[in-house]
Each structure stands twice: as structure tokens, then as C-alpha cells.
């Protein structure tokens, strides 16, 4: 029969716009990342992420009270060790039952017993050098150490109270060695394991890098994170990763991702898909609203709106705040 090319009808009116849309952003599909230090009572803004600060000990709970009131669901944190020497050649001080991390997760869930707490695991903020892990002496990363060690501090986040552990790392096998300790610690029944699965190598973290002071002092990563060009071995890392036991599957970083979102929710069909916002596209869009380009918040928008689209049902943003409003109205 006749068939009609018009398809303006579908899609003349906003609600009918809307409802073109797979799914919607949702207050709940958000995590929002926290810098915590070990100086219990600075809070410090950060030049290289605009709006945003981090936190000792005691200025954590005044900062999320509004927030959580407002609809922060999830949090994830990253510890920044300012004390001078805390930092050696096997990031011993990740796992310190007296660091920020374990301490702001246990704080976090006595005072906001329904916020979900996701630990972000590494060895890069913690090692002398910087680098996601630990060295051979050719300055290549010892996997079978590295591995070792981050899951160690996995255990130590989810036994301190962390609903979710998140190794961004990128060492082969980390995943599987999480999964197994946990389930040694009769812990993986109430412990979320999220891999940042495909994570790429590239130009789009420097602003967290600053935060965290977690660059690396010599060389890069282009040895442990994806090469931006490798579809295919992003492809292989994902499925790799839910076979070794993930729960979910994050791609990072995203605005510049969304195929390879797109290709973990066709290979983890059955797997929540997360995707990281990372501190370069946050600042990217600031710097941009700023010169002129566009509208902040009209552009926050579609990029979250692109990264659902492409298939992710979780998102880290540094947006979130705003987005605590902006989904009100
Ligand atoms: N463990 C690596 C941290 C990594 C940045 C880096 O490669 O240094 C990300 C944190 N998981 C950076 C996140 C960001 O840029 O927002
Ligand atoms: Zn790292």
C-alpha cells in the first residue's frame, strides 16, 4: 500500500518529542564524583573543574546535606592524599583504615544511611610515580602485583561500607581477582563490582588529574587504557570483563564514546551500561557556554541526552547538581 513520507506528525509537540526519546534522564541514573582529602577541614576549589571543590573530612556533610535533599542518589569517591610522604611506590596509603576514602565511606553511611556509595579504586593518586599500579623496574606495569594490590583495596573499600567498587585502572584481570576476593570476604552478595571496562587513553582527564594530583611522573598510559582508535579491543576489554564478573560495564570517556556505549549495550545486553563524563568534556562545555558558543545548560542537556541515546542507564557526572535542579523544572 501507499506508504506516507511524512513524519513531521510525530513529533510537532514537545510532549510527542519526548516521547520519541528511548528513555529519560533520571535523578537516579545519576553519580556524582567527590574529592576527598585527608585535610579534615579544607575545602578547596578546584581551577580545572568549575563549581567544583575538594573536601576534608568535616566539611563532607554540610556540602551533600543539600544535595542528598534534593535527590542525589549515588556518590563516587576519589581520595586525594595532600600529607607529605603519604605516597610510595605501592600506593600503600590507598587502602589506610585511617584515609579518606574508608573514612568518608563510613561517615557517609552513618549520616546518609540511603546514598549509594561508590568507591573509584587505583593505586594513581596513591604511588609515588602516579601511575594505575604497580611498576616492574622497567617502569612497565607488574600486572600480577598491580592486580594483587587493587583488589586488596577493593576489599578494604567494601568491608568500610562502599555499595559499589569501581577499579579504574585498567590492569588485565583486576575484575576477575575483585570478584574473587570478594567472594573470599563473604562480601560479593552486598557489593556491587563495576568495571570501567572501556576506559581510552587520551587528552580528557587533565582537570582530574589536577584535582586529584594523581598525573603520572614520567611517561603515560597508553599502555593500560584503550587506545582511542581500538573498537575492537574495547569490544574484547567489555566482554572480557562481564565474563570475568562485572555487574556493570562503564565506558570512559563518553561524549566521544557513544559507539563504544552503544557496542557495550549490544555485547552486555543484560548489564546496566554506565558511562563517565570525564573532567575534560565538563570542562570543555564550561569553557565553551563561556566563550559564547552555547547556551550551558542547553548543552549539558544533549550530551546526557547523546550518552542515554547511546545506550547507558548510568551516568558519572560532574553535572549533577545542576542536573538536581534543572530535572525539577
Ligand atoms: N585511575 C585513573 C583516573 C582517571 C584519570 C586518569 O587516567 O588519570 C579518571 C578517574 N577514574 C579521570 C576522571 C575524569 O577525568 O573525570
Ligand atoms: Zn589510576
New binding site residues.
Partial sequence: GEISSQLHGGYSHPLARAWQAERQLTKSMLIY?IFVSDQDDEETAIAALPNQRRFGMNRLVPFLEPLVRKGLRSVIL?GVPLQPGSKDQLGTAADDPNGPVVRSIRLIRQRFPQLYIVA?V?L??YTSHGH?GILRDDGSLNNAMSVDRISDVAVAYAHAGAHCV?P???NDGRIRAIKLKLIEEGLAHRVMLMS?AA?F?GC??????EA?G???SFGD?KCY?LPPGGRGLARRAIVRDINEGADVIMV??AGQYLDIISDAKELGKDLPIAA???????AMLHAAAKAGVFDLKIAAMEAHDSILRAGATII?S?FTPELLDWLDN
Fill in positions: 564524583p576519589f573509584d587505583c594513581c593518586e594505575c569501581a579504574s585502572d585498567m570501567y576506559k587513553s580528557l582527564y587533565g582537570p582530574f588529574r586529584a594523581s598525573c603520572p598510559r587504557q570512559k570517556p563517565y563524563q570525564v573532567s575534560g568534556e565538563f558519572v560532574y
